[in-house]
C-alpha cells in the first residue's frame, strides 16, 4: 500500500471512529458538515479537474434538495400519495444532472465558453433560479419549505427513519466515501486522465482527436449529480429547504472551502469544507459578527502560502515528505 493510500485510510478511519469521543450534538452537527463535504467534491471535480470555475454550483444543491423535499413531502404531482426518501434520492442526482447535461450543450459546444465566462455565466443562472425560486408557490415562495422528512429506509416511504445522531453520521459518512472511492477510481481511469487534460490544455486535447466539449459535458453533469445528492441529504438532515441553497450565497461558500482545503484533491476539498464549515461556527461564536473578516484573512493566508490549499499541503506533507507549498 502506498503512502498515499494509507494516509487516506487514516482519515476515513478516524473520521469514523470520531463520534465515539465526542457528544451526541457534536456528531449531528458533523453529520450535516458531512454533506457540505460532499458538496465540495462535487466542485473539486469540476474546478479541480476540468478546470470549470463555477460561480453557480448551488444550482445543483439546491436543485436536488428540492428534489428531495417534494418527493418526501407528496407535493410531485401524480405522486402525492407515494412519498419516498429513495425516489427523492434519485430524483435529486437525475434532476441535476439532466439540468447540466442541457447547460452542457449550450456552453461547451461550438466555440463554447471558458474561465471567467463560463463562471459568470453560472453565477447569472444561479441568481436566476433563485429568484424564479423565490416567486413560485410550489416551492414554498421565501420561505421555502418546512417539514421535510428524515431518511427513511423503507421502499414506499416508511420503516426505519434516520433520526439518531450516530447511525445518521454514519450513515452520511458511507455515502460520501462511495463516492470519493468512486471518483478516485474513475479519476484513475483513462476517462480522468482525459478530463485532467482538458484542464491542462484543452486545445491540444482537441488535436489528438478527443471530444473535449462532450467530455467537459458530461463530467460536469456528474459533478451537478453529486452536488444534488449532497442537498438531498442536507435537506433530509435539516428537515427545510429554502432559495438560499440555490443561490450565490452557498455558492461562494463552497468556493470558499474548495479552495482552503484543496481543488485538485478530492480529499482535501472534502476535507477542507467540514474544518471550514466547524471553524464557521467557532468563529461566530467567538466574534459575532465579524467572523466572516476572519475567515477572510484565512481564505487569503491559505493562498499566499498554500496555493493548492491548506488542508491538500498537508496531506501532500504526510503523502510524500515534501514540504507544501508552491510549484
Known amino acids: 500500500m502506498s503512502r498515499k493510500r494509507l494516509v487516506q485510510g487514516l482519515v476515513w478511519l478516524g473520521l469514523t471512529l470520531l463520534p465515539l469521543f465526542i457528544g451526541e450534538w457534536q456528531t449531528l452537527q458533523l453529520a450535516q458538515f458531512l454533506t457540505y463535504g460532499l458538496f465540495a467534491m462535487s466542485l473539486a471535480l469540476a474546478w479541480g479537474r476540468l478546470g470549470l470555475l463555477s460561480f453557480g454550483h448551488a444550482l445543483f444543491f439546491g436543485l436536488g434538495a428540492y428534489a428531495m423535499a417534494l418527493a418526501t413531502m407528496g407535493r ?14 434519485a430524483l435529486a442526482c437525475l434532476v441535476p444532472w439532466a439540468t447540466a447535461q442541457l447547460l452542457g450543450f449550450f456552453l461547451f459546444h461550438g466555440r463554447g465558453l471558458r474561465g471567467a465566462y463560463f463562471g459568470i455565466t453560472m453565477l447569472a443562472l444561479a441568481v436566476l433560479a433563485e429568484r424564479l425560486t423565490q416567486g413560485t408557490a410550489w416551492l414554498g415562495g421565501l420561505n421555502g419549505l418546512i417539514g421535510v422528512p428524515p431518511l427513511a429506509l423503507g421502499l414506499d416511504g416508511g420503516g426505519p427513519a434516520l433520526l439518531d445522531p450516530l447511525p445518521t453520521y454514519w450513515v452520511m459518512l458511507g455515502v460520501a466515501f462511495a463516492v470519493f472511492l468512486g471518483l478516485e477510481m474513475l479519476l484513475a ?72 482545503g484543496g481543488r485538485e484533491m478530492l480529499l482535501a476539498a472534502f476535507f477542507g469544507a467540514l474544518l471550514l464549515s466547524w471553524t464557521e461556527t467557532v468563529l461566530a461564536g467567538l ?23 491548506f488542508v491538500a499541503g498537508i496531506l501532500t506533507l504526510l503523502s510524500r515528505g515534501r514540504r507544501p507549498g508552491r510549484r
Open 287 to 309: 466574534l459575532g459578527a465579524y467572523w466572516l473578516l476572519a475567515l477572510a484573512a484565512l481564505l487569503v493566508l491559505s493562498v499566499l502560502f498554500f496555493e493548492r490549499g
Open 76 to 89: 410531485l404531482p401524480g405522486l402525492e400519495a407515494f412519498p419516498s426518501s429513495w425516489l427523492g434520492l
Open 189 to 260: 481511469s483513462s476517462r480522468g486522465l482525459a478530463m485532467t487534460a482538458v484542464r491542462e490544455n484543452e486545445d491540444r486535447l482537441g488535436f489528438l482527436g478527443y471530444d473535449v466539449a462532450a467530455i467537459k459535458r458530461h463530467g460536469f453533469a456528474l459533478s451537478a449529480a453529486i452536488a444534488g445528492l449532497a442537498g438531498a441529504l442536507f435537506a433530509s438532515q435539516f428537515g427545510f429547504v429554502s432559495p438560499k441553497l440555490i443561490g450565490f450565497g452557498l455558492s461562494a461558500e463552497v468556493l470558499i472551502w474548495t479552495a482552503l
